[in-house]
């Protein structure tokens, strides 16, 4: 993996500057209106679109996931596009194409121009020139900070969508959420401009070979796949879910959020505890939270036709989905240094787009030729299947990080940062002279503390 040094830098146990908590604030805000105006059409989607013509599941799903489609085909060249345009100009740029498309969703009256305006808001892809946006905006010692507050945004985005959905369906129709999404996406381009600042010297790197060293990155194909197997089972999910709710609970869709929210509130509940652990033990938590959709599946695919199995469904459904959608971007934040975090995430985003697309083409499929039935035993193969993938799973390497003070003659020397970026398995490489402090994030397998002594005072 490539090796960066920075000098001078800030310590890393500093609390982020106000500058750095308005700019991490409004960009999460943006994130989350984005997810947010994307999901929130989720658990009322199927049964309108199925009032489209032509009728056909396969068509129902399709129009779900096809922003995924557009989504994982334009996540990495946006990405490297803000290099060269600017963030802000692609983020402006993915919002009103975002904005267009939900116009288009609302107004149109047929399902392929569902599908058509579906395409267009995964066409405004902004994910990666937004993590691009933040790394540019916050010190190298606050970006696990600001990644983790955007994972918290994003996770409770999609909590407060599905609970949310149903309750706007009943006074908007599914027209008038996607006309809401449009509004909303007007509204995250004044924040953009009006609250976050223009980064005076954006990050520069070599986007090709940062790529290329990330896709051979052995340690995040686990989490690139989990993520494409957990957006694949989520979306094929919801092309069958909520007419099935319908179906066996006699709740009408405007009053889901009746199932929803004490189902989402007691998932998150019974994730609390897990996160701190998946920081320690990993493995173990996404074995676990994969077994837990296992179980989900399990008891969609045997009692779809009673309540309390469905509701016991998706109560392990959704703390193992918010578990795992919590615990991947902080394993990436640990895996991979600093400067190769946006290639990361805009393949880790790939991924979860692509799956979110082969989810709702294959669950409309499934549905059409089989039905229901068919969708939750197809999820319960694909999770069985990643359950096993994640037992054979190495145990990832995470980066940890090392607090040296530096001798006097240490500190004050030139060559400082060279010296200690090539010891063996140093990764990057923070020096601050005038505190005579030394901050490295290193490979615990490979890296020795006695290789550091003739450093330290």
């Not at 696990?144 to 009943?170: C, D, E, N, R």
């Not at 381009?189 to 010297?201: A, D, F, S, Y």
């Not at 500190?411 to 030394?438: F, K």
Request: glycine share 10%; charged share 10%; with cysteine.
């Amino acid at each position: 993996m490539t090796k960066r040094t920075i000098t001078p830098g800030p310590a890393s146990s500093a609390p982020m500057t106000p500058l750095e908590r308005r700019s991490v604030a409004v960009l999460a805000s943006i994130y989350g209106f984005r997810i947010f105006g994307l999901f929130l059409v989720f658990p009322v989607f199927a049964p309108y679109a199925a009032t489209l013509a032509p009728h056909a599941p396969i068509l129902v799903g399709l129009a779900l996931g096809i922003y995924g489609l557009t989504q994982a085909m334009l996540q990495i060249p946006s990405g490297m596009a803000s290099d060269v345009f600017g963030r802000k100009a692609v983020m402006t740029t993915g919002l009103v194409v975002f904005a267009i498309g939900s116009f288009v969703a609302g107004v149109s009256h047929g399902i392929w121009g569902l599908v058509l305006g579906r395409a267009i808001q995964g066409a405004g892809a902004i994910s990666a020139a937004t993590m691009a946006l933040t790394a540019d905006l916050t010190r190298e010692s606050q970006r696990t900070k600001a990644m983790a507050v955007i994972g918290v945004t994003i996770g409770g985005a999609f909590s407060l969508s599905m609970v949310l959905s149903p309750v706007l369906q009943g006074s908007l129709g599914v027209p008038g959420i996607f006309q809401l999404t449009a509004v909303l996406a007007v509204i995250a381009i004044g924040l953009l401009w009006w609250k976050v600042p223009n980064p005076e010297r954006p990050l520069t790197f070599e986007p090709s070979a940062e790529l290329r060293d990330i896709i051979r990155d052995r340690r995040l194909w686990p989490l690139d796949a989990g993520i494409f197997f957990l957006h694949m089972t989520l979306t094929a999910l919801f092309v069958v879910l909520p007419g099935t709710l319908v179906a066996t609970t006699g709740i009408p869709l405007a009053r889901q959020w009746e199932i929803y929210l004490p189902v989402i509130g007691a998932a998150f509940l019974t994730m609390g505890p897990f996160i701190h652990l998946g920081h320690r033990a990993p493995k173990k938590v996404i074995f676990g939270a994969v077994g837990l959709l296992v179980l989900a599946e399990c008891a969609y695919a045997a009692g779809h036709n009673h309540t309390i199995a469905l509701a016991v469904g998706m109560w392990l459904f959704f703390t193992g989905f918010s578990l795992l959608e919590s615990v991947f971007p902080s394993l990436i934040s640990r895996l991979v240094p600093g400067h190769s975090k946006g290639a990361a995430i805009g393949v880790y985003s790939t991924s979860q787009f692509s799956g979110a697309f082969l989810g709702g083409f294959l669950g409309g499929a499934l549905a059409q030729g089989f039905g229901a039935e068919a969708v939750f035993a197809a999820s319960l193969i694909v999770t069985l299947i990643w359950m096993g993938l994640a037992f054979l799973a190495p145990e990832p390497t995470l980066l940890e990080s090392r607090q040296i003070r530096l001798s006097r003659e240490r500190a004050r020397s030139a060559d400082i940062v060279h010296d200690l970026s090539t010891l063996p398995g140093v990764i990057e490489v923070v020096v601050v002279p005038d505190e005579g402090l030394a901050y490295l994030k290193i490979d615990p397998k490979i890296f020795a503390d006695t290789t550091i002594r003739p450093f330290t005072a």
